[in-house]
């Protein structure tokens, strides 16, 4: 298989359970390719329950249910282990939880896991001041470092979320609705996910949201079916519309 692109799903399948009274299992998608470039962001839209967390799991090999052929700069995901790719491809999900007993804590959890035996601190990997300047270009200048995770409403924790994410790297970023409960920071969170794709960052997110300009292309899932759409301007006029009747907050999850 020639694999071109910056990152590749290929004939990407997910069969579910049924609900119990009907038995057997119900096909959410079957053989969805596409591919995103190195610094490029790419809307996934389409109708709840159409199964768009499905294929960011999937393609975070966090999905059981799900099987398909993935790469990133060419390498199969086989080539990786399992921690590796998830570290490289990482999906932030849309009602994150955050562990630990303040907000600096749970922001350095991935380094404190990656040094477990090593020796070292997680302090030192990751400092207080740039934790800081990260959640303050979010908005999040009103959360102290010290403050408990419990204590934190939703659209903050979604932005810590986000800053411990965007801290570790990826190089694909797979992003499940992280703006939807940000409506006074969700320009700001834009602006920050647009500023890591330029540093090189590929990013796929869901969204309900209207068009912001920052993506280049939507991908739009719908009965099984992806289909693509060049982000000009006047099919960002409704790219992200959601169809009459559906809830927003709804989504088929593996």
């Known amino acids: 298989m020639n694999m071109r692109s910056f990152f590749e799903a290929i004939s990407v399948s997910c069969v579910v359970p049924a609900q119990p ?16 470039e190195r610094g490029e962001i790419v809307d996934l839209v389409g109708p709840s329950g159409s199964g768009k967390s499905s294929l960011l799991t999937a393609c975070a090999r966090l999905n059981p249910h799900a099987h398909g052929t993935f790469a990133l700069e060419g390498k199969g995901s086989g080539e990786f282990t399992p921690q590796q790719w998830r570290r490289d491809v990482a999906y932030l999900p849309q009602k994150p939880i955050l562990t630990g007993k303040n907000v600096a804590e749970a922001i350095r959890l991935p380094w404190t896991l990656a040094i477990r035996g090593k020796g070292g601190k997680a302090e030192q990997l990751l400092p207080d001041e740039r934790i800081r300047t990260t959640l303050d270009a979010m908005g999040c200048e009103d959360i102290d470092l010290e403050r408990a995770p419990h204590d934190l409403s939703g659209g903050q924790t979604a932005r810590v979320a986000l800053a411990r994410t965007l801290l570790t790297d990826p190089k694909v970023l797979l992003a499940d609705e992280v703006d939807a409960g940000l409506d006074d920071n969700a320009a700001k969170v834009a602006t920050i996910m647009a500023d890591a794709a330029t540093r090189g960052m590929a990013i796929i997110r869901i969204r309900h949201r209207p068009p912001d300009g920052r993506a280049t292309r939507t991908l739009t899932l719908d009965k099984g079916r992806l289909t693509e759409r060049e982000m000009t301007d006047s099919a960002a006029q409704d790219a992200n519309a959601v169809p009459d009747g559906a809830d927003e907050n709804e989504e088929t999850q593996a």
């Not at 009274?21 to 995103?36: D, K, P």
């Open 21 to 36: 009274q009907a038995g057997g299992e119900r096909t959410v998608f079957e053989n969805l390719s596409f591919a995103v």
